[in-house]
């Protein structure tokens, strides 16, 4: 199962549109009630539906949108004339936010949080590996995922291994490992997550990808 998309509210399909575009969005469907937007990274897309009648502004669905610089974002946003209801700051849960509302009144948070939101120290769940995992970048465009115990000097036995060595990252746990892939490489993580985690709790010691 994977969260494919999210359709919010609107009472001025046109507003909101020019909103979402000003956000950052991409808009890929449009009719009389119903536009829908691709993101800039990610194969997740968000939407936007028209309603009659108020739009619940308390106890309502919280959208949040992840960039790289929140301060660039937010001064761009305010330069366009966009009313910043909660300026950016650093929270107890590592995460760097700040807060507006859309043209309808729907929440939006603005933030990065990087590995910390979805991989945070206090995480319930232990990563079912230990820092063995390397990431071995072969040429051609060729990859491999190796159990090595070696630690931070395995790139040289790496080396060896490897005929068409071109460099290799280590050593990850499971977690650290797919939330560097999901940031650097989101179109390889997005094609052998699974594959990942099922090579790190196996007998296996080497994934080819």
């Given at each position: 199962m994977r969260l494919n998309q999210v359709t919010a509210a609107t009472t001025d399909l046109d507003?909101?549109?020019?909103f979402y575009r000003l956000l950052g969005l991409k808009l890929i469907v449009k009719s009389t009630h119903y536009?829908?937007?691709?993101?800039?990274?990610?194969?997740?897309?968000?939407?936007?539906?028209?309603?009659?009648?108020?739009?619940?502004?308390e106890n309502a669905p919280q959208l949040y949108f992840e960039v790289l610089d929140v301060d660039f974002e937010i001064r761009r946003l305010k330069l366009a004339g966009v009313a910043i209801k909660r300026e950016a700051m650093a929270q107890s849960w590592l995460w760097y936010e700040a807060w507006l509302r859309d043209p309808a009144g729907n929440a939006?948070?603005?933030?990065?949080?990087?590995?910390a939101r979805r991989y945070p120290p206090w995480r319930i769940?232990?990563?079912?590996?230990?820092n063995t995992l390397h990431l071995v970048i072969r040429d051609g465009e060729k990859?491999?995922?190796?159990?090595?115990?070696?630690?931070a000097e395995t790139w040289r036995a790496l080396q060896d291994r490897y005929g068409d060595y071109n460099a290799s990252l280590g050593p990850f746990?499971?977690?650290?490992?797919?939330?560097?892939?999901?940031?650097?490489?989101?179109?390889?993580f997005l094609a052998h997550d699974?594959?990942?985690?099922?090579?790190?709790?196996?007998d296996a010691t080497e994934l080819e990808l």
């Open positions: 507003a909101s549109i020019a536009a829908r937007f691709e993101l800039p990274r990610g194969e997740a897309t968000f939407s936007l539906h028209l309603t009659e009648g108020p739009i619940p502004r939006i948070c603005i933030y990065h949080a990087g590995d769940d232990a990563p079912p590996s230990e990859w491999a995922l190796v159990k090595h115990e070696g630690g746990d499971l977690f650290s490992l797919l939330a560097m892939l999901e940031t650097e490489w989101p179109d390889l699974q594959a990942i985690r099922a090579f790190a709790v196996s």
